[in-house]
T-cell receptor, first 111, second 111 residues
Framework: TQLLEQSPQFLSIQEGENLTVYCNSS?????LQWYRQEPGEGPVLLVT?????EVKKLKRLTFQFGDARKDSSLHITAAQPGDTGLYLC???????????FGSGTRLSIRP | NAGVTQTPKFQVLKTGQSMTLQCAQD?????MYWYRQDPGMGLRLIYY???????DKGEVPNGYNVSRLNKREFSLRLESAAPSQTSVYFC??????????FGEGSWLTVV
């Protein structure tokens, strides 16, 4: 059972479209991180959000942490083929350095 | 700058054999982790170590043991490998639950 649910699991859209990926849990996290993973490699950090309600922007990517620090979203504006990859959210528990990952969203952007 | 180094990169085991995956980090991080990733899926936490001398179970600890040998090294042992343990294993480290840095992964096949 995955404690951190991501949706959708798969997403294939046309270049130029917008998309949102969601990460939800019943647990409260001290921080939530988003990673992107290419085939054959380890995940690479995109952003960390720490404060409830926090919004961070990274070029065309916008990340939001829910007010209750249980959920997060990743919005991509004007998607490009280079955005193709596996996107993972990860929640950190405050007490013991435990970090769990979501089930992943596999994103494919068609030219 | 090596970061997180894990060995071996590839391994084929027969059912019932044992093996140890080695991991070392040179970033002086307190926390270390072992995750497994099945094809197209997110990462699932096997065990983690919040600091030298402590280890804790993650989401899927059954069939595995770990040793935090010192601050740098965190090994994962499969005592009696099963086909269900065929996966990619990632070692990672962080400074007390902040950004995770991953090794390159170990591809394990149990036949």
């Amino acid at each position: 059972t995955q404690l951190l649910e991501q949706s959708p699991q798969f997403l294939s859209i046309q270049e130029g479209e917008n998309l949102t990926v969601y990460c939800n849990s019943s647990s409260v996290f001290s921080s939530l991180q988003w990673y992107r993973q290419e085939p054959g490699e380890g995940p690479v950090l995109l952003v960390t959000v720490v404060t409830g309600g926090e919004v961070k922007k990274l070029k065309r990517l916008t990340f939001q942490f829910g007010d209750a620090r249980k959920d997060s979203s990743l919005h991509i504006t004007a998607a490009q083929p280079g955005d193709t990859g596996l996107y993972l959210c990860a929640g950190a528990y405050s007490s013991a350095s435990k970090i769990i990952f979501g089930s992943g969203t596999r994103l494919s952007i068609r030219p | 700058n090596a970061g997180v180094t894990q060995t071996p990169k590839f391994q084929v085991l027969k059912t019932g054999q044992s093996m140890t995956l080695q991991c070392a980090q040179d970033m002086n991080h307190n926390s270390m982790y072992w995750y497994r990733q099945d094809p197209g899926m997110g990462l699932r936490l096997i065990y983690y170590s919040a600091s030298e001398g402590t280890t804790d179970k993650g989401e899927v600890p059954n069939g595995y043991n770990v040793s935090r040998l010192n601050k740098r090294e965190f090994s994962l042992r499969l005592e009696s490998a099963a086909p269900s343990q065929t996966s990619v294993y990632f070692c990672a480290s962080s400074e007390s639950g902040n950004t995770i840095y991953f090794g390159e992964g170990s591809w394990l096949t149990v036949v």
